[in-house]
T-cell receptor, first 113, second 117 residues
Framework: KNQVEQSPQSLIILEGKNCTLQCNYTVSPFSNLRWYKQDTGRGPVSLTIMTFSENTKSNGRYTATLDADTKQSSLHITASQLSDSASYICVVSAGNAGNMLTFGGGTRLMVKP | DTGVSQNPRHKITKRGQNVTFRCDPISEHNRLYWYRQTLGQGPEFLTYFQNEAQLEKSRLLSDRFSAERPKGSFSTLEIQRTEQGDSAMYLC???????????????FGDGTRLSIL
């Protein structure tokens, strides 16, 4: 069964600090891995998308890594801001159809002043 | 605004009533997806369309649920005889068929939050 597990479930950090969120997956065949940011009451917004051949991708203060051998990904947030408070969802695609996306349960990040 | 639009944003109804949600995708996108998300969980796939054809339905989509995309543009999701367990956020997303080739993400709307009293 395709699964995506994220850790931690929730995280509280102080403004300005860095943090790293983890994603482990058992999805086959692997097509790509995406990180989404979801603000409370809003839809998810794409941060990064990586294929099998990519092992790192950045989007501003967000840097995602992918190790396709160990089936692990991480999302590193640098110099956190209050606006980074949100849920971060790891999504793994096994193909090109909507039903081929497997979503993780998300990590809820709270950045405190 | 060229994003995915969902209406209404919030819907409160009594158990047993029917509800209908609407999704307007990004205009050039031919794929449209419906997801359900409960508090603290990631979205769960319900169904998706390519143009007007409904290509896949999840087992989560009971016979009380029906989705349509009659002209291949906007879509509606109807829930009949609502139950307490239907309370959730219903998300719509869209993408181009070619987005998969260029590894572009699905674009999500802000969802319709359904509360069953």
């Amino acid at each position: 069964k395709n699964q995506v597990e994220q850790s931690p479930q929730s995280l509280i950090i102080l403004e300005g600090k860095n943090c790293t969120l983890q994603c482990n997956y058992t999805v086959s065949p692997f097509s790509n891995l995406r990180w989404y940011k979801q603000d409370t009451g809003r839809g998810p917004v794409s941060l990064t998308i990586m294929t099998f051949s990519e092992n790192t991708k950045s989007n501003g203060r967000y840097t995602a890594t992918l190790d396709a051998d160990t089936k692990q990904s991480s999302l590193h947030i640098t110099a956190s801001q209050l606006s980074d408070s949100a849920s971060y969802i790891c999504v793994v695609s096994a193909g090109n159809a909507g039903n081929m996306l497997t979503f993780g349960g998300g990590t809820r990040l709270m950045v405190k002043p | 605004d060229t994003g995915v639009s969902q209406n209404p944003r919030h819907k409160i109804t009594k158990r047993g009533q029917n509800v209908t949600f609407r999704c307007d995708p990004i205009s050039e996108h031919n794929r449209l997806y419906w997801y359900r998300q409960t508090l603290g969980q990631g979205p769960e796939f319900l169904t998706y369309f390519q143009n007007e054809a409904q290509l896949e339905k999840s087992r989560l989509l009971s016979d009380r649920f029906s989705a349509e995309r009659p002209k291949g543009s906007f879509s509606t999701l109807e829930i009949q005889r609502t139950e307490q367990g239907d309370s959730a956020m219903y998300l719509c997303a869209s993408s181009s068929e070619n987005d998969w080739l260029s590894n572009q993400p699905q674009h999500f709307g802000d969802g319709t939050r359904l509360s069953i009293l």
